[in-house]
């Protein structure tokens, strides 16, 4: 219990002392220890990365979650250790509405089957959202969080540990000034040579003794000065080596990036697939955009010069038109020109609606050109000896 009892004064000492010295410091009546520009140059950028990745943090949670409640709960149940319950994303109810919906409205009517292809396409676009989601987490958000809980900390501890040391360091300095100013004093009035006819000859003697304390004083100030310098040095030197560690942390941080653009990326091209997909279903159901019992095919006459060009295949100046049956055979009597052709690579898997059109393997190489009067959405492919039209945007134009 004494034990415990001088150590918490000596901890109260301490920190009075400290205060002390911090207090005079903003008056400006204490000397302070400055450290070197480099050293200072490393805590600005310290602070700075922390403040931004703070803010790059934030958003992105924002990003993935813009939901400020969900957001909260899922910040609770980290905090408590519990696993965050799954949740559904907003394409994924939009989906299950759409859905019952159909069921409810008619599932066989255009309507109804409309409504089920766009349910399908919007259950899918909430499964890419929810393996985004998941993945940006784990690449991105996570390492930026584990920086801010553990490399930062760390640092921050490190650096008030610092302070403490220089708070000590600097006490120990201005006790020392005192020691010799008072050591000086006493000095000067030891030398002068007493009068021993005074009634009082023992002020000569008690400021030999007094200048006796002050040498002992400043030797004592002296070692405690020697020590503090040793700790802060020391403190300093850690300190510094967590700091340079900063430039390692961006490097980790730029890798993450990294890894967030690439994981953006694929969900983007997986609802841009997906949506593709849907407006190709689309096309094929009769009436879908017209409710009416007209033909899915008008008379020739009463369609406009823009629709026949994008509806029936283009050949040649001079060529005659075939009857609708046979439309894929006069697109492969087709010749292609004679300049123009050029090779591209297929982004993706493309299915055939009709015999028009060319069956596609992502990552194949076809050659491709265009006619005259086509719709620039459109090109000719050719693999071999197969030939028929292609959608623009599954492809990479090469050369």
């Known amino acids: 219990m004494d034990f415990n009892m001088k150590k918490l004064a000596s901890d109260a000492g301490i920190f009075f002392t400290r205060a002390v010295q911090f207090t005079e410091e903003k008056f400006g009546q204490a000397e302070k220890t400055e450290l070197d520009a480099h050293f200072e140059n490393l805590l600005a950028r310290a602070d700075s990365t922390k403040n931004w990745t703070e803010r790059i943090l934030r958003q992105t949670e924002v990003l993935l979650q813009p939901n400020p409640s969900a957001r909260v709960e899922e910040f609770l149940y980290e905090k408590l250790d519990r696993k965050v319950p799954s949740r559904v994303t907003n394409g994924e109810l939009l989906a299950q509405y759409m859905a019952e919906a159909a069921s409810e409205l008619g599932p066989s009517t255009p309507y109804g089957k409309t409504l089920i292809k766009v349910s399908e396409a919007e259950k899918r676009l909430g499964a890419a959202e929810r393996d985004f989601i998941h993945t940006a987490s784990l690449s991105f958000l996570t390492p930026l969080r584990n920086f801010l809980e553990g ?162 295949p283009v050949v040649p100046t001079g060529a005659v038109l075939a009857p609708p049956e046979e439309a894929a055979l006069c697109l492969e009597e087709v010749a292609p020109p004679a300049s123009g052709t050029r090779k591209a690579r297929v982004l993706y898997d493309y299915e055939a609606a009709d015999s028009s059109e060319l069956a596609l393997l992502a990552d194949e190489l076809i050659t491709v050109y265009s006619l005259p009067g086509m719709d620039p959405d459109w090109l000719i492919g050719e693999r071999g000896n197969k030939k028929g039209k292609v959608p623009v945007t599954y492809l990479e134009l090469l050369s």
């Not at 930062?152 to 005192?178: G, M, Y």
């Not at 560690?245 to 990294?258: E, M, P, Y």
């Not at 890894?259 to 689309?282: G, P």
Request: contains cysteine; positive net charge.
């Open 151 to 312: 490399d930062w900390k760390t640092i921050s501890k490190e650096r008030r540990l610092l302070q403490n040391r220089r708070l000590d360091l600097d006490a120990c300095k201005a006790r020392l000034k005192k020691a010799k100013a008072a050591e000086a004093k006493a000095t000067c009035e030891g030398d002068t040579v007493p009068d021993f006819q005074e009634t009082r000859p023992r002020n000569y003697i008690l400021s030999a003794s007094a200048s006796a304390l002050w040498n002992d004083e400043v030797d004592k100030a002296e070692q405690e000065l020697r020590v503090a310098q040793t700790e802060f040095d020391r403190q300093a030197e850690v300190t510094r080596l967590l700091l340079e560690g900063i430039s390692s942390t961006h490097v980790n941080h730029l890798r993450c990036l990294h890894e967030f653009v690439k994981s953006q990326t694929t969900y983007y091209a997986q609802c841009y697939r997906h949506m593709l997909d849907l407006q190709k279903q689309l096309g094929r159901f009769p009436g879908t955009f017209v409710g009416t019992t007209e033909p899915a095919s008008p008379p020739l006459s009463s369609t406009s010069p823009t629709t026949t060009a994008a509806t029936m």
